[in-house]
């Protein structure tokens, strides 16, 4: 029986004991979820929630988030496995990073679910999917022109728009059957930002409610905090009011602002709106809507993020969107995601049943470069990943590790040099030529060295996204009980400029001189602390 560490054990017994004592109604401390789950759309079906959120490069992407009781949220599926319009999401090439999916629209109409996103990578376009089921199979509708941070509307009377746009916001007529925009249809900028909008305008979710036409924008004027706006107006293009819904700092972070606003099946309205918190990522947080002289007003009595409030219905079970996996299955557990396209001939869960075997597939410069890199988000306030590797299938030339990963990035990498292995704690950094987001070059500095002897290696990191804080800190074990400190914290960062994603555990494998060498993953241990 595999031995993942103790506090996988006393994790398990604290969720019998809350959840044994749990009151019926949900009790929601925000952020809802700590975690990057950026540019939310929620909506309602019946008694269910479902959330899509941007994951840009990642693979799978897309992910569809259900709950039952607004606190409780967990992936049932993505919406498509991999991307192929461009050789970048190969890693062939170039890269995506930055890019893929994001700012994506959820709704249900006439029995369907749809999305619409654009990928904003070259050539620009958007996609259409649909599913009968948002857990089952998604089907690609349509391609078409680009919609910057977009969103659908089904009209009463048949019609389906779509409102996208930076600054300007821009209002285009699809065809019934979404197979494209409609030739003479409407196509108009029906909101411009007035004079007190100097700065970011977008993140268009458009609804309709009481016959009157809703669309929240996000703004950000020069200077001044990041706000929640809403555009109102009778007719669906135009004349456009606006009001400010949301302008709140919380919990020791500033500003919070974009999202959606949906209902539930009692009629009581709810916001959905992030929060940026640093290296974490874009964490979002659950707000009551308050429908007051015809506008939708998010927060409390006050105006501000709620720090408790109650959900929806009665608490469901806990659900997860990090976990742990000792890889006994055949099938990956959902959490995970991979950077860019995996190549699926390279990874494995049945060459050794319970573990995840890692094999190199071509030569590369860099983990930025390096396909099949897995990993999952980070939590907090503290979170802790444990592996546990196998390497003696590593060839000469390759690094294998584990890493807080983001476009700055601290790795515990073991390299392969003759067959000689060294344990390295190194920062590294990557640098994009702006357009093609080709790599251009990649800073990496390494920090502390350790020889190895043996081919079994336990490697933590812990991190702390408690406000001003940002730390991870590294640790290795030669038997999974005694623990050694590699060097100091490392500043972890929210990434604007690279990645555009909050810090992530990364599980990575890569080969330097030739390929063909593997690791093998016996598990992923993981502790979320100070909930």
């Not at 109102?232 to 606003?261: C, H, M, W």
């Not at 690279?498 to 093998?520: E, S, V, W």
């Amino acid at each position: 029986m595999k031995r993942i560490s103790t506090f996988i054990i006393a994790l398990a017994s604290a969720a019998a004991v809350s959840m044994t004592s749990q009151a019926a109604v949900p009790v929601i401390e925000n952020p809802v979820l700590w975690a990057d789950v950026p540019d939310p759309d929620v909506i309602s079906v019946g008694d269910d929630f479902y959330m899509v959120s941007t994951t840009m490069h990642l693979m799978p992407g897309c992910p569809i988030m259900h709950s039952r009781d607004l606190k409780n949220w967990e992936v049932i599926s993505y919406v498509f496995d991999r991307l192929e319009d461009t050789p970048f999401y190969d890693l062939d090439g170039g890269t995506v990073y930055g890019k893929g999916q994001w700012a994506t629209s959820l709704r249900y109409h006439n029995g369907k679910y749809y999305v619409l996103f654009s990928p904003n990578d070259n050539p620009y376009r958007s996609y259409i999917y649909s599913a009968t089921d948002p857990a089952g199979k998604w089907e690609l509708v349509s391609r078409m022109q680009h919609f910057h941070d977009s969103s659908f509307l089904f009209d009463d009377d048949g019609k389906v728009y779509v409102y996208s746009g930076g600054g300007d916001i821009r209002l285009r007529e699809l065809n019934p059957d979404l197979s494209d925009v409609k030739d003479g249809g409407v196509d108009m900028v029906v909101i411009r930002p007035d004079s007190t909008e100097t700065g970011l305008h977008e993140g268009s979710r458009a609804i309709k409610y009481n016959g009157k036409y809703y669309v929240l924008v996000i703004s950000w004027p020069a200077g001044e905090p990041r706000r929640q706006l809403c555009y109102r107006a009778d007719n669906i293009t135009g004349p456009y009011e606006k009001k400010v819904i949301l302008e709140s700092t919380f919990g020791g972070f500033p500003y919070v602002g974009q999202g959606a606003i949906f209902d539930d099946s009692e009629g009581n309205w709810w916001g959905m709106i992030f929060q940026d918190r640093g290296g974490v990522g874009r964490v979002p947080t659950l707000n009551q809507c308050r429908w007051v002289d015809g506008w939708p007003m998010l927060g409390d009595e006050n105006g501000r993020v709620p720090d408790v409030l109650n959900g929806f219905g009665e608490e469901c079970k806990p659900a997860e969107i990090v976990s742990n996996d000792d890889f006994n299955s055949d099938k990956l557990n959902i959490n995970w995601e991979w950077n860019h396209n995996p190549v699926n001939d390279c990874w494995s869960l049945t060459e050794r049943p319970g573990y995840l075997r890692l094999h190199t597939s071509k030569v590369v410069g860099n983990m930025y470069e390096a396909p099949n890199t897995i990993g999952q988000r980070m939590e907090g306030p503290r979170c802790e990943g444990v592996v546990k590797l196998d390497l003696s299938g590593m060839a000469d030339g390759d690094v294998a590790g584990f890493g807080a990963f983001n476009g700055h990035s601290a790795l515990l990498s073991v390299r392969n040099d003759g067959g000689k292995k060294t344990l390295v704690y190194h920062n590294t950094v990557v640098n994009f030529v702006k357009d093609s987001k080709v790599i251009k070059d990649v800073e990496n500095k390494d920090i502390a060295t350790v020889p190895l002897q043996g081919d079994e290696l336990y490697l933590r990191i812990n991190a702390d996204f408690r406000p001003g804080t940002d730390i991870a800190r590294f640790a290795y074990s030669l038997d999974g009980n005694n623990w050694t400190d590699v060097a100091d914290g490392y500043k972890m960062r929210y990434d604007w400029s690279r990645l555009f994603m909050g810090t992530r555990f990364a599980i990575y494998n890569y080969a330097t001189k030739q390929p063909g060498g593997h690791i093998d993953v016996d598990y992923f241990a993981y502790n979320r602390l100070d909930k």
